[in-house]
């Protein structure tokens, strides 16, 4: 049955833009992995009168409403008070919470104020939701058909009782009619028009699949999406298509769904038992940051060194002073010297460098705001290239990172391939 489901989102971080709400994606998300589309998700503030009519207007229209936030311990935490008085319910104490309470503030060793009393009470025919990680418990109540699911708002407190309680009860309470099927390719070096256009001819007349194009910078994703009544047959034509449009984006595909670049990376250099050596100076350690945030990444990273100061290349990479002199910090000749020299001075299989103009200053006309060499070595030949990046200074840092991985996960997929 087509299941009519409405997340609300409560807190005033929300609506002030002070944080940006991840919990209304993640559980549509998780939703549409069970086959249920949300129709309506809302943020709304901590005030009486917006959670109270958000309250009624989705229970005059849904089935399953999940709330989340405003069960803490404070003041402005009031999502529990307000959901008792629209039910006309009574408010009912829960020792066994009251003592979940006590178990995780002793083990912090905390005392226990009034406020944090006051999320051991719960509507009166309430099914209280433990939560492992925390001290608010959430709670499930139904009103006429709606079923409504209320949670903390800390994300991960939400997650852990939601893939607890509501997963496993949407198999039980609604029978699943269709399975969808989807499948995220990560793209890069791609714009979203190219990538379209590529895909056009294989796509204009079939009706299997819906094609999402999802641009997050500094890449472009692509969400295919497929709906069958048999969930075999729905991840068999995922499959299908999946390789269809791979063949046809071809290395721009660099990961599917989370991956993300740097874990790509890591990957491929830990299989060909390659080892890297990065120098960098207008990306101030970021490729760095980046490649250790993956785990057991000293497999393959030997070491990061920056070099930001004209004197640091001269010093630390054996980079001619004549040759900075002559080309500048900023050239293919000084890129190509810091690669080769932390190869060297590493003795790993590969040497990496990035020197550029960040801005927003610095810039002239033969050289301006976004002009970056990236270099690549591994001892017998050296690749550099340069770039002009659009953006301010974060983002043609960012944009720098992420071109010097792929042309370290280009150069891998390349040797493995000839």
């Not at 999320?119 to 492992?132: L, S, T, V």
């Not at 969808?180 to 204009?204: N, P, V």
């Not at 298509?241 to 989370?258: A, Y």
């Amino acid at each position: 049955m087509d299941v009519k489901t409405e997340i609300i989102t409560i807190g005033n971080e929300l609506i002030t833009g002070l944080q940006v709400d991840t919990n209304g994606p993640y559980l549509a998300q998780r939703l549409f992995s069970r086959g249920i589309s949300v129709q309506r998700m809302i943020s709304v503030g901590d005030g009486v009168e917006a959670i109270a009519g958000a309250l009624k207007d989705s229970i005059k229209r849904a089935d399953l409403v999940i709330i989340t936030g405003g069960l803490g311990s404070t003041r402005d935490d009031i999502t529990t008070e307000v959901a008792t008085n629209i039910l006309k319910k009574k408010l009912v104490f829960s020792p066994e919470t009251l003592d979940h309470i006590n178990k995780i503030l002793v083990s912090y060793n905390v005392p226990m104020t009034e406020g944090q009393k006051k999320q051991a009470y719960f509507p009166e025919g309430a099914e209280i939701i433990p939560n492992p990680k925390g001290t608010a418990a959430g709670f499930l109540i139904k009103e006429g058909k709606t079923l409504m699911a209320f949670f903390p708002g800390v994300p991960r407190e939400l997650k852990t009782m939601f893939e607890e309680t509501i997963m496993p009860r949407l198999e039980n309470e609604w029978k699943r009619e269709t399975y969808f099927q989807s499948r995220t390719l990560r793209l890069f070096g791609i714009s979203e028009s190219k990538a379209d256009d590529l895909l056009k001819d294989i796509l204009e007349n079939q009706k299997e699949i819906t094609l999402a194009f999802l641009p997050i910078f500094p890449e472009t994703n692509v969400r295919i999406t497929i709906q069958k009544k048999d969930n075999e047959e729905a991840c068999a034509r995922l499959a299908y298509w999946e390789k269809k449009i791979r063949e046809r984006l071809e290395h721009h595909v660099f990961g599917t769904d989370d991956d993300t670049m740097e874990e790509v990376v890591g990957n491929l250099l830990r299989k060909a038992r390659a080892t890297i050596a990065v120098a960098e100076s207008c990306t101030g350690g970021l490729i760095g940051h980046r490649l250790t945030n993956i785990p057991g990444s000293s497999d393959y990273l030997e070491r990061v060194v920056v070099v930001y100061s004209n004197q640091a290349k001269i010093d630390l990479l054996k980079v001619p002073e004549e040759v900075i002199r002559t080309h500048g910090a900023v050239s293919e000749i000084t890129a190509k010297l810091m690669a080769e020299g932390i190869r060297n001075s590493a003795g790993t299989t590969l040497g990496l460098a990035t020197t550029g103009i960040a801005g927003p200053a610095g810039g002239r006309p033969d050289k301006p705001v976004g002009t970056v060499f990236i270099s690549l070595t591994d001892g017998k030949e050296t690749s550099t290239k340069e770039y002009h990046l659009p953006g301010d200074r974060q983002q043609i840092k960012w944009m720098t990172s992420a071109v010097a991985l792929n042309q370290v996960r280009r150069y891998i997929l390349t040797k493995k391939n000839s």
